[in-house]
């Protein structure tokens, strides 16, 4: 007992000077005097320019912190003169004791401000290569788990220049938060809003969030379980559910339903010019719901739920998977004007040409029954067309299909 009483004494003498340690450098050492030092270390590892401008704080107790000001790390040779991330202030904390045990639970990590400039050039060669050193893990090194008590990002932008495709993708005013991560344990209350910038998009960009409340993802990534989120990319809106197993051959499944939103507002603030129809009014009003579910390249949608403008349609979509792939649909609807649908008789534009390669490589077949379809004077009910697309293109069959779902 005495021995035991006197070893719990040594190491708790000794836990007190680690803290009597941290505390003198805390309140005696100026961090900003190790500023050169550190931007050397960081220099002769990446072989890229690095400046710490702003000041460095450190913090105590129960969080050993540390805060920095404005900051910046370069790019290699060849990318410009443009760092490859810079930021404004950031902040990075960890809990004292279990630092001292050999375990790593980091604070709220906090970025304000940053710029994150990726470029890949057409030769392949990426700016962000290279980063992690050239020198192999080693097998046998000790395995340290780091817990994170969250992430927040704030005010920042992301930019992506491919100069192989060209393409060039920009998020401006990018916001990010999680709660804690940690390995093998799901993420929670996910957060992620910005407004997108590319080629043709609308100059002010398309604003976009997603909220993700909870996300099951198991530490060798095999399946994945959300059971709620929720999208916004512009006027569209949807929340649904997702899960399945990952891998090579991937089976995934869920649900998914969307707002009342307008598609030709969502087109043109893309980029794409709306489909012409003589109502100008027509395809402006569209909401979708229904199950689906992709498994190692086959798709199905059933049952599904479509609102087009004033109609309603019901029905299911599945598409086989391999090079000889078959497309098969059942659709229902209510009353529908064709005459609103029909591009407008303009002499002066040059004709539609039906892409009828495409169209044959694509392979389908179905119904589509309307109680309802009126054309100028041509007023029309129980109206049923079956369509089929192969190598012979497209047309009308007698041959019915497989019957509807029950309208809902």
Do not use: C
Request: hydrophobic fraction near 45%; charge should be negative; glycine fraction near 12%.
């Amino acid at each position: 007992m005495r021995l035991i009483k006197w070893v719990s004494l040594g190491l708790g003498a000794l836990v007190a000077l680690v803290v009597l340690g941290v505390l003198v450098i805390v309140w005696l050492v100026d961090p900003n005097s190790f500023k050169s030092q550190i931007e050397s270390a960081v220099r002769d590892r990446t072989g890229r320019e690095f400046a710490l401008v702003g000041d460095i704080e450190l913090g105590f107790f129960p969080w050993l912190s540390l805060s920095t000001g404005e900051g910046r790390f370069g790019n290699p040779p060849g990318f410009g003169a443009e760092p490859l991330a810079s930021w404004k202030s950031a902040k990075l904390g960890v809990k004292l004791m279990p630092l001292l045990r050999g375990e790593v639970i980091a604070d709220r990590i906090f970025l304000s401000g940053a710029d994150l400039r990726l470029v890949r050039h057409a030769d392949g060669g990426a700016n962000w290569l290279g980063l992690g050193g050239d020198e192999p893990a080693d097998p046998g090194a000790k395995t340290t788990q780091i817990n994170v008590d969250g992430l927040a990002i704030e005010n920042s932008r992301l930019l992506f220049i491919d100069e192989a495709v060209p393409r060039r993708i920009e998020i401006t005013g990018l916001n990010l938060t999680t709660d804690g991560i940690s390995p093998g344990e799901p993420f929670t209350d996910t957060e992620i809003a910005g407004l997108l910038h590319m080629d043709g998009f609308a100059a002010e960009g398309v604003p976009f969030r997603l909220e993700v409340p909870e996300v099951k993802l198991p530490a060798d990534f095999s399946t994945v379980d959300v059971p709620e989120f929720s999208v916004a990319f512009g006027g569209f809106e949807a929340d649904g559910k997702v899960g399945g197993a990952l891998g090579e051959k991937p089976a995934l499944a869920g649900r998914v339903e969307t707002n009342r939103f307008d598609p030709r507002a969502l087109l043109e603030s893309v980029g794409i010019a709306p489909p012409r129809t003589t109502d100008s009014q027509a395809l402006g009003k569209v909401q979708f719901g229904g199950n689906w579910a992709f498994n190692d390249g086959a798709v199905r949608i059933d049952p599904f739920s479509l609102d087009l403008d004033e109609t309603h349609f019901v029905g299911s979509f599945s598409r086989t998977a391999g090079t000889d792939a078959l497309g098969e649909f059942l659709l229902a609807g209510t009353s529908i004007d064709i005459a609103r649908y029909i591009p407008p008789t303009d002499p002066a534009s040059e004709p539609f040409i039906l892409p009828t390669a495409t169209l044959k490589a694509l392979r389908f077949r179905g119904e589509i029954r309307l109680e309802r379809a009126t054309l100028d004077d041509i007023d029309m009910k129980g109206v049923t067309l079956r369509l089929l697309l192969d190598e012979q293109g497209l047309r009308s069959v007698t041959r019915p299909v497989t019957p509807l779902p029950e309208r809902k």
